[in-house]
């Protein structure tokens, strides 16, 4: 056996009956010891030594709610960002068209991250203004909150959308006073479209995704739950069989597949340490930028309570299905009406059969929960995933629309106190991948330039301890894998990072500037600064 000793650190375990160590030992990818340099050396005298420097080191983090293919994707996309106008996205969509190959009349365009609430006129755009520059082009325009589509009409020709196409179950297809669509797909019926473009650009995802994987891997991610689809599973399959995933996947699946994947026998938590099946994805709602999350009361302009993506009844069904089944099921909400919706499901299924499958069910997102929510989403035993970075982002359009509701808004501090548990995560591209913004979101409710003072509802700030567990070790929870991930004990797997200042007592608001030195997985560095 061959070890490798990593000494001369301050290796935070977040294991609160060993917090440190100064040396750690590994081999075959797991942590055979952990304790002082001395006693490193006499574990493994004759072993490779890797000198840290008296740098500081953690458990790798884990992004646990990421669309890695979008993200992947984002690198051939039209960044339309810093659009304040529809013209604006036109004029950019127009400048990529101008520098294609002459001649070429037929391919696909792609764009991401336009946000018509930050401009001029919030309104929502329509197909013809992008005919004018796109031509034969087809061309997807998806909204920086990724719940929203925006398409030409060579587009919506391939996809066979037109006045006569139905809108389907929890989605929309914008139609104009004529009954014409305008181009803009809301909720399914984006992700109806989504699925069928998985095809268009399956060959740009395998060359984009290894790139994708090791730019995560020198942030420090370790792990990721990957919430794309199945041409996700693909390409990270195709990569597993090559040896070159740089990190370890868990791979949700989407809610279209469930029948296809019960059928093949497909569990969760079936496969190895760096590829494993994970839940089944189920929207309960939308998103609040989009008019589309799922609330108790009515909000914003049109006095509306949102959209139930998936109705309560056929929810109910879905999470039980998929967890007789064997599989858990990770419930999209956004809005408090649909985490209650969420927790319905869970009860129901579990009142049915209380054998669940491996791990447990999760709620992405949580944005806004009911406060008589609290205690039942702590009784579900369900992992509340949320994404402290979109907590900052989203401060004046929480308080503009939901300002006088009585709910509570990314609540991480109160679901924990009420005896939940809480995983942190990106949502990238929706937000940034980098693990530190989030924690020093989580831990100050505050953007990077100290906006607003004291925090915005500072009574949801969590401590370092909780902010670093949400970051890197209660992720297991919702795969069945606390026994190999989330703290540096013997016996776990061997992933850790060495970072730049003591993550758990520098300045909150020097979290946002830490950054990783170096990235181990399997016990091998898979990055150094």
């Known amino acids: 056996m061959t070890f490798t000793v990593y000494e001369n650190a301050v290796f935070h375990t977040l294991d609160p ?142 996809l066979g959308i037109d006045a006569a196409t139905a809108d389907p179950a929890g989605g929309t297809i914008v139609r104009d006073a004529s009954g014409a669509v305008t181009g803009i797909l809301l909720e399914a019926a984006g992700f109806n479209a989504g699925r069928v473009l998985e095809e268009v650009t399956r060959d740009d995802l395998a060359t984009l995704l290894p790139s994708t994987l090791r730019a995560l891997v020198r942030q420090g991610i370790t792990s990721i739950h990957d919430i794309d689809g199945m041409d996700a599973w693909d390409a990270f399959s195709d990569l597993h069989e090559r040896r070159a995933l740089p990190l370890r996947v868990n791979k949700i699946m989407p809610v279209a597949v469930l029948d296809r994947i019960i059928e093949q026998g497909v569990r969760t938590g079936q496969g190895d340490k760096w590829l494993r099946r994970g839940g089944v994805k189920i929207f309960s709602d939308g998103s609040l930028s989009s008019g589309t999350c799922l609330m108790h009361a009515p909000y914003g302009h049109s006095s509306s309570e949102g959209l ?30 649909a985490v209650s919706n969420a927790l319905d499901a869970f009860e129901q299924a579990a009142g049915n059969h209380p054998s669940m499958p491996a791990g447990s069910n999760r709620i992405e997102h949580v944005q806004h929960i009911a406060r008589r929510d609290l205690p039942r989403l702590a009784a579900s035993g369900a992992l509340a995933c949320m994404q402290p970075a979109s907590c900052t982002s989203d401060i004046e359009l929480v308080n503009s629309l939901l300002g006088d509701h009585d709910v509570l808004s990314y609540a991480w501090a109160s679901i924990l106190n009420a005896g939940g548990a809480v995983s942190f995560s990106s949502d990238a591209p929706v937000e940034e991948t980098n693990p530190f913004h989030g924690l020093h979101a989580g831990t100050t409710r505050q953007r990077p330039d100290g906006f607003p003072a004291g925090g915005w509802q500072p009574e949801e700030i969590l401590t370092r301890p909780q902010a670093l567990h949400a970051a890197a070790t209660s992720h297991a929870l919702a795969t069945g894998e606390g026994h190999l991930k989330g703290t540096l004990e013997t016996g776990k797997l061997a992933d850790f990072i060495v970072v730049d200042r003591d993550p758990t007592t520098c300045p909150p608001h020097d979290l946002h500037s830490t950054y990783t030195l170096m990235t181990v997985i399997d016990g091998r560095i898979h990055w150094s600064d």
């Open 17 to 158: 009956k060993n917090p440190t160590a100064s040396s750690l030992v590994t081999s075959e990818g797991q942590i055979r010891f952990l304790g002082t340099v001395e006693a490193a050396r006499k574990f493994a005298p004759r072993a490779h030594r890797v000198d840290l420097g008296g740098a500081h080191a953690m458990p790798g983090f884990a992004d646990s709610h990421i669309h890695t293919a979008q993200l992947a994707l984002r690198q051939a996309e039209v960044d339309l960002s810093p659009a304040t106008s529809s013209t604006a996205v036109v004029a950019l969509v127009a400048e990529h068209i101008a520098q294609l190959e002459p001649g070429d009349t037929t391919s696909w365009i792609f764009g991401g991250r336009w946000n018509h609430h930050g401009w001029t006129h919030p309104e929502l755009p329509g197909r013809r203004e992008l005919d004018a520059v796109t031509g034969s082009h087809p061309t997807a325009l998806h909204h920086a909150d990724l719940h929203t589509y925006w398409l030409n009409s060579a587009a919506l020709g391939y």
């Open 308 to 337: 139930a993506v998936t109705a309560p009844e056929e929810l109910n069904r879905l999470v039980k299905l998929a967890n007789h089944n064997g599989l858990t099921a990770a419930v999209h909400a956004i809005g408090d009406r």
